[in-house]
Nanobody, 121 residues
Framework: QVQLVESGGGLVQPGGSLRLSCTASGSIFNIGAMGWYRQVPGKERELVAFVTSSERSNYADSVKGRFTISRDNAKNTVYLQMNSLKSEGTAIYYC???????????????WGQGTQVTVSS
C-alpha cells in the first residue's frame, strides 16, 4: 500500500510562516507531479501549487511571491514553504501526487489526509 503523509500544519499569526511536508511511501517506482491543494468549509478544493518531476512549478495567483514549492526526490517528499501568511490562507492543505507503483505501467493520483493551517492573531 502507498500513502502520503502531510506534516507541518498549525497555528500562526498573520505574516508568519509555515513549512509543510508531504512524504510518499510504499511500493513506489516513480513519482510524477506533486502538489498542494487547500479547502475551506463551503468552498471547492483549490490548487495552491504543483511541481513536476522535471522541477517545473506553478502557483495560484493568490500565493505567488509568498509560497514556494519544492521537492526532494531522494526522500519522496514535497514541501510548501508558506511565507507572509494571510487569514485567507486558513484551510486544510492536502498533498497530491501522481505515482507509478512498482511493476506497474499505470499512473494514479493519490491524496494525503490533510493538515490544518490556521492563520489568526
Amino acid at each position: 500500500q502507498v500513502q502520503l503523509v502531510e506534516s507541518g500544519g498549525g497555528l500562526v499569526q498573520p505574516g508568519g510562516s509555515l513549512r509543510l511536508s508531504c512524504t510518499a511511501s510504499g511500493s513506489i517506482f516513480n513519482i510524477g507531479a506533486m502538489g498542494w491543494y487547500r479547502q475551506v468549509p463551503g468552498k471547492e478544493r483549490e490548487l495552491v501549487a504543483f511541481v513536476t518531476s522535471s522541477e517545473r512549478s506553478n502557483y495560484a495567483d493568490s500565493v505567488k511571491g509568498r509560497f514556494t514549492i519544492s521537492r526532494d526526490n531522494a526522500k519522496n517528499t514535497v514541501y510548501l514553504q508558506m511565507n507572509s501568511l494571510k487569514s485567507e490562507g486558513t484551510a486544510i492543505y492536502y498533498c497530491n501526487a501522481d505515482l507509478r507503483l512498482t511493476w506497474s505501467n499505470i499512473w494514479a493520483a493519490y491524496w494525503g489526509q490533510g493538515t490544518q493551517v490556521t492563520v489568526s492573531s
